[in-house]
């Protein structure tokens, strides 16, 4: 029973180039959140997300970052020209119920921005 | 959604019972209390969660307070792999999201 998947596990972006991070979630799996942790620091929500669905964006920066979760495939994260201080480790979740269900998260993908 | 707060760091003996406690006096009703943790720089970990009734599950224990204002993770037998971030949170029924503190750094030593 694989957990969840995330790819690439490292990524380098030189400055104003595009970031797509991805993720699968567990089997029967339809809810998807993305945190992430900038170095030395604690994780930080992003965006909560169903099938075809933006719950809760919260945590998303205004500009430059976006998120889906079509009804076939992968969750993306997508950080359009990124900047030095987007370096940092993403983590992607995933729960089978959503709210109040435990969430079980993929090994991140650690993006360097060069 | 609740403030918790947890000591930054605690050491334990290897096969000692490491207790992790955990204070969240804002609580409300809805509240559940969930515990993951972090080893190194992996993703974090689910180990528990609770409302109001005491859990227990393979890798923990979870002790909440009558008034649900604090909790306790008890880990019965401490291992080196057990050495990590420990993270108390609580999470409203209605967000889903999961906000961490800094939480307690528990080095379990030889």
């Known amino acids: 029973n694989a957990g969840v998947m995330q790819n690439p596990r490292h990524l380098v972006r030189r400055r104003g180039q595009e970031a797509r991070l991805r993720c699968s979630p567990m089997k029967g799996h339809s809810h998807v959140y993305w945190y992430r942790q900038l170095p030395e620091e604690g994780l930080k929500f992003m965006v909560y997300?169903?099938?075809?669905?933006?719950?809760?964006e919260s945590g998303m920066p205004k500009e430059r970052f976006s998120a889906e979760f079509p009804k076939e495939g992968p969750s993306i994260l997508r950080i359009q020209q990124v900047v030095r201080g987007d370096s940092a480790a993403y983590f992607c979740a995933s729960s089978s119920k959503g709210q109040n269900y435990e969430q079980y998260f993929g090994p991140g993908t650690r993006l360097t921005v060069t | 959604d609740a403030k918790t707060t947890q000591p930054p760091s605690m050491d334990c003996a290897e096969g000692r019972a490491a207790n992790l406690p955990c204070n969240h006096s804002t609580i409300s009703g809805n509240e559940y209390v969930y515990w993951y943790r972090q080893i190194h720089s992996q993703g974090p970990q689910y180990i528990i969660h609770g409302l109001k009734n005491n859990e227990t599950n393979e890798m923990a224990s979870l002790i909440i307070t009558e008034n649900r204002k604090s909790s306790t993770l008890i880990l019965p037998h401490a291992t080196l792999r057990d050495t990590a971030v420990y993270y108390c949170i609580s999470i409203s029924s209605n967000t889903g999201k999961l906000i961490f503190g800094q939480g307690t750094t528990l080095q379990v030593k030889p």
């Open positions: 997300l169903q099938k075809e669905n933006i719950i809760d």
